[in-house]
Every structure is written in structure tokens, then in C-alpha cells.
Nanobody, 115 residues
Framework: QVRIVESGGGLVQPGGPRGLSCAAS????????MAWSRQAPGNQRELVAD???????NYADSVRGRFTISRDNVWNRVYLQMNNLKPEDTAVYYC?????????WGQGTQVTVLP
């Protein structure tokens, strides 16, 4: 059974950093790409960053240069380091992976950047 659990959300001052963590189980983690997405109230869920099994990374234009995605294949975790946060980064952040064409999501973790 695939299980995705995010952690690390909270309140952040503008310009501040925040790190998110995602633990994945039930998949052969090192073989799977992982992704972070986010959804703000009233908006569609959008891809923030993803990382392949070879650790190649991809970022949304809105976060490139501020966010960094990384993975740890020993502990089956993927991280999102967010720097220089802006109020528009406020959202629920979700971690996901795909196995056998099925996408698995965590429950999300709220990040709120104070205005």
C-alpha cells in the first residue's frame, strides 16, 4: 500500500525560509519520480517542482531560484526547501508519486506566508 505523508508546514514571515518533508512508503522509492504541488484557495492545484529517479529537477517559473527539491533514497524522503517566501506562496502543499499509472497523494501540509 502506497502511503505519502507530508510535514513541515506552518506560518512564515515574508522573505523567510521553510522546509517541507515527504515520507513515502509502499513504493520502490529510488525508482520513482516525486513531485511537490500546491493548491491555494480558489485555485487549481499546480506543480511546484519534481525530481526524477536520477535526481533531475524541474521547477515552476514562479518558484525557480527560490525553491529547491531534493531526495534521500536511504530514508525514502523528498524535501522542498523554500526560501524568500512570498504571500502568494500560501497554499496547501502536496507530495505525490506515480506507480503503475496511478498517482498517489499525501494529505497535504499548509504553508501560510503572512502578508
Amino acid at each position: 500500500q502506497v502511503r505519502i505523508v507530508e510535514s513541515g508546514g506552518g506560518l512564515v514571515q515574508p522573505g523567510g525560509p521553510r522546509g517541507l518533508s515527504c515520507a513515502a512508503s509502499g513504493v520502490n522509492f529510488r525508482l520513482h519520480a516525486m513531485a511537490w504541488s500546491r493548491q491555494a484557495p480558489g485555485n487549481q492545484r499546480e506543480l511546484v517542482a519534481d525530481i526524477t529517479s536520477a535526481s533531475d529537477t524541474n521547477y515552476a517559473d514562479s518558484v525557480r531560484g527560490r525553491f529547491t527539491i531534493s531526495r534521500d533514497n536511504v530514508w525514502n524522503r523528498v524535501y522542498l526547501q523554500m526560501n524568500n517566501l512570498k504571500p502568494e506562496d500560501t497554499a496547501v502543499y502536496y507530495c505525490s508519486t506515480t506507480r503503475r499509472s496511478v498517482c498517489f497523494w499525501g494529505q497535504g501540509t499548509q504553508v501560510t506566508v503572512l502578508p
